[in-house]
């Protein structure tokens, strides 16, 4: 978890406001864990059907 946090949010320069951090975090922790692509599904089903809506 340390090294999780610290690669991403300990760059020199770097300014983070929390709601920034926190999502990186999410994102960093669903692609550590392999469920980056479930997670995924859902907001591409949303587009898909956005975009290719018949009517």
């Known amino acids: 978890c340390r090294h999780l946090i610290n690669d991403r949010l300990d ?3 770097a300014r983070w406001s929390l709601e920034g951090a ?3 975090l999410k994102l960093r922790s669903l692609r550590s ?3 980056i692509e479930k ?3 859902y907001p ?3 587009s898909k059907q956005r975009l290719y809506r018949c009517g």
């Open 39 to 41: 997670y995924w599904e």
């Open 33 to 35: 864990s392999g469920d």
């Open 11 to 13: 760059i020199t320069g």
């Open 44 to 46: 591409k089903k949303q």
């Open 22 to 24: 926190e999502a990186i």
